[in-house]
């Protein structure tokens, strides 16, 4: 291995190997250094029949398919959503068919190892990398592997995006504090787990399950990381008592028995801002990453390795992002909005924008009014439903800014630091924060 490229990607995931794919295809020299080792477990399971295009696409769809297809077909959900019964969806209704439940440690692997025959240098194992600009270029420098000159850097490191975190030039941020607890079980005896997705929601957030490859089924509860931390001391203590909450995951258990310990993932919906600088840019979820309740982020993962190759040397569209990413709340928002069950409960207070009457709100029907020398001041605490409207960051930047009475645009500014959204929704935001009592004018 040389330690001079073209491109150092940072994460093996499927953003970071769609990227580096897409690079050596341009004849470039790329390394893709991956803090993991190789058979670490991965998390997103479920695979969109629409990464088929994008695999097609790279040329890695011949290597892949054969892999999928020895994988258990996704082929139907089957969710108790706002109401207690399951409800099934079959995936046929899909113009591309069935999807995959796959291991996805094996999947990115055996993508990896494509990547790696392709030409790119694939290191696993070298522990948390750390970029530094050095010329005009970058170097790499991690635990366990020799140090990386590149010309360019691309951050693939996934949620939160730790692998740049110390070039200080961009900030994540976080609309939420959502994490996931799952655990995998394997069947006591012959059990059949039945076919694709159990989705049931709960008073605390959700629980979904899913058969894997092996004949093992993955239980995974999604909630707030306070609300788990709520839940006892331990990670065992909290997986097995939210589970009593999910009469669905619960059956559909019977007969299994945990292979190991839970895991705690975050699942953080988030943007990078801004997400790409001078020789560097971040792709997939390091760029933004969105809620599990999708089931889409490797096909995300794919489609923004795709735009960050044909993109490659114009200028970031950072403007055209918070758009985008404004639009994916109100979309998440609608899927919450249809669970009336829990309204009160933190959980589903935090991810409905709803007036106190309960009826929806949307940022985009009202006039602002807020005028720019309004002089605001924080009041009282904020409810859970505020963070419907502003993320939990930028409520904690109002409140330590706004102690005595400041000027409405020192307030914009201060949620404008903290939040991945556009203007308009930061001041409807505000305006819905003075109509709750949370800021007053004075
Ligand atoms: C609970 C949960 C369930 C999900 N279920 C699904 C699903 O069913 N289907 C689906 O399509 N998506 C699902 N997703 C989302 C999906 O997993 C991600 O969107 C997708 O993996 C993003 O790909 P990526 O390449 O951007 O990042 P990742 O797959 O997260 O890859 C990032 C890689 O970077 C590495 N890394 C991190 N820091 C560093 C560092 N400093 N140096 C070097 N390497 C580093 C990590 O080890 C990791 O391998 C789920 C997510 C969660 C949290």
Known sequence: MTSSYDVAVLGAGPAGLATAAAFVAQGRRVVVLERGDRDVFRVGETLSPEIGPYLQQLGAWETLSGHLDACSPFTVSRSAWGTSELEERPSILHPLGSGWHVDRARFDLAFADWVAERG???????????AERAGTGFQVRSRRGVPIAASALIDASGRGAPATDHLQSSTWRAHDRQVAILRRFRPR??????????LESVTGGFWYSAPLADESVLAVYVTDSDLLTG???????????ALKDAHHTTVRLGGYEPVEPPLVFRSDSGCLVPSA??????????????DPLGGNGVLRALESAAALVRGWGQPSEEDARLRKFSDYLDLRASY????????NAPFWARRRPTAPDGAPLSWKEVEVQLRPTASLRWAKDAPPSAEAWLPPGALAALKS????????????????DAAALVDRRLLIGLEWLLAAGVLVEE
């Open 336 to 343: 919450y909005l249809l669970e009336t069950r829990f309204v």
């Open 231 to 241: 839940l006892g001391r331990g990670k065992e203590t909290r997986f097995r008592s």
């Open 189 to 198: 005896g012959a059990v059949n787990p039945g076919p694709g997705i159990v």
């Open 401 to 416: 800014g706004l102690k005595g009475p400041a000027p409405a645009h020192r307030a914009l500014a201060l949620v404008r």
């Open 120 to 130: 790119a240098a694939v290191c696993f194992g070298v522990g948390n990398c750390v």
């Open 277 to 290: 600088g001078v020789g560097w840019t971040a792709v997939g979820d390091a760029a933004m990453a969105t």
